[in-house]
């Protein structure tokens, strides 16, 4: 009897939403490698929320190994791609018929679910120990923070300062105003059009100077600016070219890396023009999941699935129980929006497509 034919070789290099979802959805269909510099997945959408609830990060962090039970986990960076194999830092060379690139911004956490677990704990011990806080950057991010820190803590006092001249600058100008205004009804300072010197920041500095010479009094200081992309490492790979000036991927519409039949980039660090929300990423992931699986059964790239950007939509949670939702048209802030995003943050919806416990 002739032997199985071999599976077909698929390496996933980042293991953030994106590329943990597509090495679930494509385990048992092929022979799957996950690359991260991590031994588990982060949802980010919690990050803010266990900054405040450091108990909250335990349904977040989710080891690699808890989701993927048929696939190969290698904890360490991609360092290099040939036509052929992925190399890591720690020498490892992981030969592929397939690759996804999924590697989205460049973080700075740790290896290690316990050590995250700690650095959310000393956050919430400075948040806790600390009267007044500063919040530098306006993004999803600052905002988020700021939102979680007033409605778990409204006796603190918290200064937002954000060098731009609205707030959530990805949404519209009506959802920038709707915050602006939640902010200030909780007692935030809101600074626009202003920044803090970074390189001149510590922990012991209680005294900030901002470029409008104001001065802010605050016992601590968060960073929430944005991060830059993963894709640094690319530029001494065989896809350099295949990179924009802005560091991003650029795919076709099937996903497929331009240049290449059997490379494939999704989430954040793709070329396409859309906001960068996790929803996006986990539809980029089921797409190119479903493409290899037409690759692998010998199927023309004809039959590829073509990816398009739905409707601009954004969701910010603002704190508990409220958020603020833009939508085709419309843009609401309050319970209702909090009712879709703001309790649990998406984590039991993230957990189930993991084929985990919610």
């Given at each position: ?155 603190k006092k918290v200064t937002l300062i954000h060098r731009g001249p609205r707030l959530l600058e990805f949404m519209g100008e009506k959802a920038s105003k709707k915050c602006l205004d939640w902010l200030t009804s909780k007692k935030v300072d809101v ?168």
């Open positions: 009897m002739a032997a199985a034919a071999a599976k077909a070789r698929v390496v996933v290099v980042g293991g953030g939403p994106a590329g943990s979802l597509f090495a679930t959805t494509m385990q048992g269909h092929a022979d799957v490698v996950l690359v991260d510099p991590k031994e588990y997945l982060e949802i980010p959408y919690a990050e803010l929320r266990s900054m405040v609830e450091p108990s909250f990060a335990e349904r977040s962090l989710i080891y690699h190994k808890d989701y993927l039970n048929d696939a190969t986990i290698v904890t360490s960076s991609a360092v290099n791609i040939t036509e052929h194999a992925v190399l890591t830092a720690d020498g490892h060379s992981l030969p592929y018929d397939y690759l996804v690139i999924a590697t989205g911004h460049a973080l700075t956490s740790p290896a290690s679910r316990a050590e995250r677990i700690k650095e959310f704990q000393r956050d919430n011990e400075k948040i806790e120990s600390s009267e007044s806080v500063l919040i530098i950057g306006g993004g999803p991010t600052g905002v988020e923070l700021a939102a979680e820190i007033v409605v778990d803590y409204p006796g600074l626009l059009q202003q920044s803090v010197d970074l390189g001149s920041l510590s922990d012991t500095e209680k005294v900030y100077r901002t470029s409008g010479e104001e001065t802010v009094i605050a016992d601590c200081h968060f960073v929430c600016i944005g991060k830059p992309l993963s894709s640094s490492w690319l530029h001494n790979t065989i896809l350099k070219e295949s990179l924009d000036s802005k560091g991003r991927v650029m795919v076709e519409k099937d996903l497929r890396v331009k240049g290449y039949n059997n490379i494939f980039a999704i989430g954040d660090i793709t070329d396409i023009p859309e906001i960068k929300q996790g929803y996006n990423a986990h539809k980029h992931a089921l797409l190119v999941a479903k493409n290899l699986k037409l690759l692998i059964k010998g199927l023309p790239n004809s039959k590829l699935a073509t990816y398009s950007t739905g409707y601009p939509l954004a969701l910010v949670s603002l704190g508990r129980k409220e958020g603020l939702a833009q939508i085709p048209l419309l843009t609401l802030c309050g319970c209702l929006p909090g009712k879709i995003k703001s309790g649990d943050l998406f984590i039991g919806k993230t957990r189930k497509e993991m084929g985990l416990n919610g």
